[in-house]
């Protein structure tokens, strides 16, 4: 692996901060980042840096629930 779990589970936390922030721009440009890391890793290496930067997204993401009264 030419890149370390951190590193792609950084991109993934950089991305959800962005899209928490409504900040799109970054966050297509963490992604991209992310695919060009991703496509100089090996076969096997491939699903690892998927998980890892999909770990990273959820940990950072805060999607709004709606909240109904009763």
């Keep these: ?9 950084e991109q993934g936390r950089m991305a ?3 899209r928490n922030k409504r900040d799109e721009g970054s966050a297509s440009a963490a992604a991209d980042h ?5 496509r100089l890793e090996k076969e096997g290496d491939y ?7 999909n770990r990273g997204y959820a940990a950072a993401r805060n999607v709004p629930s709606v909240a109904y009264y009763r």
């Design 16 to 18: 959800a901060t962005a």
């Design 34 to 38: 992310f695919r060009r890391m991703q």
């Design 47 to 53: 699903q690892a840096a998927t998980a890892a930067y």
């Design 1 to 9: 692996m030419l890149n370390t779990i951190e590193a792609y589970e």
